[in-house]
């Protein structure tokens, strides 16, 4: 008898269960009704007396180390299970929303003007950052060493003077005719690089959205008409526009456009200099030069092309004064044009 009592203390010093059921039958098989402890009792009763003494101590024992041993599993049970349900949090609270971005403004005034052509027929071209002298002057009838060259101040790539960082989109338009006969409607926007001072009206990476549309028997006036409808609305039915005589090397003619100031409505006020007038873009005829060079035969064919500063619609739009907040990547303003969505 004592051996047994001596394998069961064994037993339940070493015992570890995994669940609290486990630990539960393991409770009942010591200290329950018809568990190991009575059935020990009824067999005390039974032996000599002078045994009595030292058995009686050591079943004693015996209870008192599994209760305790017990309880000790218990709480280290229920501590554990604390522990989890706390790594997984309150269920019912509430859940932590992710926080959602906004889209850039520059790209809701892109995606704005994009939607104004498309409804005219335009589909949207894109093209490399990096181009070649072909694509960017030479094909858009700026000859070597002509001074309008000057007019867009470039990023040549070191050592080759062929490869530069494309000064305006017009380099897409020339893809397109590369590949594509008339008639062609499309628009190019996309990022463009000059070497200027940067300002609150200026800097050095910008974003253009050009336009070009070929066909036969294109005129003057098909072109202010598109111009005058897309004026109208990006900033509002009652805007009007003017067009002054320019220069490009690839329109001829060629205009610059003004909307009316869509602030103090024309009557002058100081985001339009006291003109009452704002210009968005350059304009014009392709230059029948240009159309040679990309293979397409002037004779039969006549088209215009117009091309504007995304920053600087999105500027007028938004009454925005200082360009360079549109790369300041400052979350706090950015947000603003969230509702514009
Ligand atoms: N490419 C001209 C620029 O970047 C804009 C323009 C495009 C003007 C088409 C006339 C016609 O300044």
New binding site residues.
């Given amino acids: 008898m004592i051996e047994k009592i001596e394998k069961l203390l064994q037993q339940v010093e070493a015992f570890t269960p995994q669940s609290a059921a486990e630990l539960e039958n393991f409770r009942i098989k010591i200290l329950g009704k018809k568990g190991e402890l009575n059935a020990l009792m009824a067999e005390f009763k039974t032996v000599p007396a002078e045994q009595k003494r030292e058995l009686g101590q050591l079943i004693n024992r015996l209870k008192t180390a599994a209760t305790e041993r017990i309880n000790t599993l218990r709480e280290q049970l229920q501590d554990a299970a604390d522990e989890s349900a706390s790594a997984i949090g309150d269920m019912t609270r509430p859940g932590s929303s992710e926080h959602i971005g906004s889209r850039h403004p520059i790209s809701l005034v892109k995606n704005e003007i994009v939607e104004v052509f498309s409804r005219l027929g335009y589909t949207v071209a894109e093209g490399p950052e990096i181009e070649d002298d072909w694509h960017v002057f030479s094909a858009?009838n700026f000859p070597p060493e002509h001074p309008a060259r000057d007019?867009?101040d470039t990023f040549f790539v070191e050592k080759n003077p062929d490869i530069l960082l494309r000064?305006?989109?017009?380099s897409i338009?020339v893809r397109t005719m590369e590949h594509q006969k008339p008639p062609i409607r499309v628009v190019c926007p996309g990022r463009?690089f000059r070497n200027e001072a940067i300002s609150y009206r200026a800097h050095c990476i910008f974003h253009?959205l050009?336009?070009?549309y070929i066909d036969e028997g294109v005129s003057f006036a098909d072109m202010k008409q598109s111009l005058q409808y897309f004026a109208k609305e990006i900033f509002g039915e009652n805007t009007a526009i003017r067009m002054r005589p320019?220069y490009?090397p690839?329109?001829e003619p060629?205009?610059e456009v003004d909307v009316s100031c869509n602030l103090c409505g024309g009557k002058g006020c100081p985001v339009c200099k006291g003109t009452g007038w704002l210009e968005i873009?350059?304009?014009?005829m392709?230059d029948p030069n240009v159309l040679e060079s990309n293979g397409i035969d002037s004779k039969k064919y006549s088209g215009?092309?117009?091309?504007?500063?995304i920053e600087r619609i999105a500027m007028l739009k938004y009454g925005v004064k200082d360009l360079r907040l549109y790369f300041e990547n400052d979350v706090r303003f950015l947000e603003q044009f969230n509702k514009a969505l």
């Fill in positions: 858009l007019m867009q000064t305006h989109t017009s338009q463009v253009q050009e336009g070009l320019s490009f690839f329109t060629s205009a873009m350059g304009c014009g392709v215009f092309a117009f091309g504007m500063g």
